[in-house]
Structures are given as C-alpha cells and as structure tokens.
C-alpha cells in the first residue's frame, strides 16, 4: 500500500483592484454576462466570460429549461461556443461569477465537475493553460493558472485520441 497527497495551487485576492488591468476587465464581462442568464427555476444566475488570444471576449451564461436536464452551465455554454466558432484563437483565462436574490454569496462558486472535465480537455487540445478566475462580487477572487489546480484527476485516456 502507498499513501498518495496532491496539493493544488491558486492565488487569492481581496479586491478586483488587485488583478490585472485585462483580468479585472474579464471579472466585470463575467458580470455583463449574468444579464442573459435563463434561470427562473434556480434563480441562481452565473455568468461566464472567456478571453481569447486575440483579445475577443466569449460570453456564456447558465441556460435552464423546464425539462431540467436539458439546461447547461455558463461555463460550458462559453466554451462550446469558442469551440464551435473560434477554435483556433486559444482560450488564455475564463472568469466566472454568480448572483441570486436568494441570498447573499459570499464566497466564488466553483465549476461544477463536468464544467472543469470539458475545460480540462480543451486546455489540452489547445497545448497551453487556461487561467481559471472566480470571482465573488461580494468576496474573494480565486485564481488558478490551469484547470489542473481544480480537476487533478480529469478523465483523459490518450488511445481514444483526441481529433485534430
Ligand atoms: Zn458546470
């Protein structure tokens, strides 16, 4: 028997003040992003903003549906965007945020498992990291250089190979 320990790393900052000119921008498109939102039964809004190597900002908010698992995460709603659309201009950071009436959030969400599988496979067909920003308006921003900080053990098997 072998006991195994995985440490993951991100930054946390107190203030979008703190973050780059370019981050702190993608922070505030996340929050445009929460306006198209299609929540009305979980009431709980996320928005999601990807920006691109070439400066271009890729905007995805969570979409639900009376048929609930028809619905898809912000994040995913970006990302397959990009994927269909701009392929070739790489992803370099995705910044995420929430908001409900509900009540107050006080910490970042993180994405969901599924949301971080997809990120993670794209991250490794583009060959370059994808900076991870979550971002609470009313708390913290957690920052991680890689989608492996939050998904070490992401489902990956090379023999299926990826398409090029
Ligand atoms: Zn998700």
Known sequence: MTNHEIK????????????????KS?????????????????????????????????????????????GLCAERVALFHW????????????AITAHTNEFEISKP?????????????????????IQIILYCQNGAIWVAQGIESFLPFMFFEERLALPV
């Open 83 to 94: 994927s269909a659309n701009y392929p070739d201009d790489l992803v370099e950071s995705i």
């Open 26 to 70: 993608l922070c505030l498109e996340a929050v445009n992003a929460l306006n198209n939102s299609h929540s009305p039964y979980s009431r709980f809004k996320v928005g999601a903003a990807l920006r691109l190597q070439s400066g271009k900002i890729i905007y995805g908010s969570n979409q639900e549906n009376a048929a609930y698992p028809s």
């Open 8 to 23: 993951i790393a991100f930054q946390e900052y107190y203030s979008l003040e703190e973050l780059s000119t370019a981050d």
């Open 109 to 129: 969400i993180t994405p969901c498992g599924s949301c971080l599988q997809v990120m993670a496979e794209f991250e490794k067909k583009q060959g370059r990291p």
